[in-house]
């Protein structure tokens, strides 16, 4: 535990800390995931020289600090308190910077905005799983134009109600678990904590024959709804229910060396204790335009440090945002390598294919001369 980190009592994994004076790895992840979900990593990179840091982020785990509850104020899960989480952390281990940086999923676009705001301390930064579009910006040269430059941020919505309108209704995860009903649905689903998580873990990974995903044409209600269930589900359907059909059998679950039933026991037991609320907020956060305007603080800033996107090729999450990696790798990262897609992996790409990555990120912070940055 490390405590007094921007308002939070940190609970963190760590490898390679024996020695002083290593470069850091700073691993941020995703949801509905831990710290834990980097613990076929964790060994490899600590291995390879550096103090491996993963912490259950705000919201999540053995971390506190933070208020449980629907009606808890939001602002503290907003990515600009989450990004001063990660740089909290940073100087609270005794660093001035990182030698490496990664984050998966939601981990994703706060580790984006470290480098953003602060690559004197995020000198590269390494994205999975969740491309970053580049923070939301003002309306350029509007100073002439007689209508009002500022329009109200209606396109989600409008999303949302051409799917509630397709002959088969629809509606997207991001929305539903937004919801008040979400966490409680997902937290005493019907067929237990534990089926539910085997189920979801299953699904969304490689393991599940029918994850074959491809680049989205356009941002509409049609295209969204070639999407698997789990990511633009049927309206009115709980997430335990849209993904209880995909269970695995015995012999897929005892087949799963990535997660064994003891592993995936860490889960049931950590999200049995907590519930999904406090990760289900920054999914709030993403959803309201107002807790999102003091992004635009870094209106046209692009990251401008050595990048790497990785995700897995029977990954949906590359291609959910509709057209983000296009804008990742043309307009909002200066510096970003090749986009890296795993055979074998679907969206856990850290616990399908750990050597796969930990080579992959090896390698790219040999090239970008990370592994000289230390404590000092």
Known sequence: MIHGVNGLDVHILEAGYER???PLALLLHGFPDLAYGWRHVMP?????????VAPDQRGYGCTTGWVNGYDA???????????????????????????MLVGHDFGSPVAANCALARPDVFPSVVLMSAPFPGPPAFPFNTADSEASAVQP???NQQLMAALASLDRPRTHYQHYLSTRAANDDMWHPPQGLHAFLRAFFHVKSADWPENNPYPLQARTAEEFARMPTYYVMDLGKTMPETVAPFLPSAAEILACTWLTELELGVYTEEYGRTGFQGALQ???VHADPDLNAELRLFSGKTIDVPSLFIGGKRDWGTYAAQGAVELMKTRAATRMGDIELIDGAGHWVQQEQPDRLSTLLLDFIEETGGAEHTAS
């Open 282 to 284: 920054a999914y709030r």
């Open 44 to 52: 490899i990179l600590a291995d390879a020289g550096y103090h491996v």
């Open 20 to 22: 002083l004076g290593r």
């Open 153 to 155: 941020n209606i396109e």
């Open 73 to 99: 104020p939001l602002q503290p899960f907003s990515l600009l308190n989450m990004t001063r989480d990660a740089l909290g952390l940073v100087s609270a281990l005794g660093y001035r910077r990182t030698a």
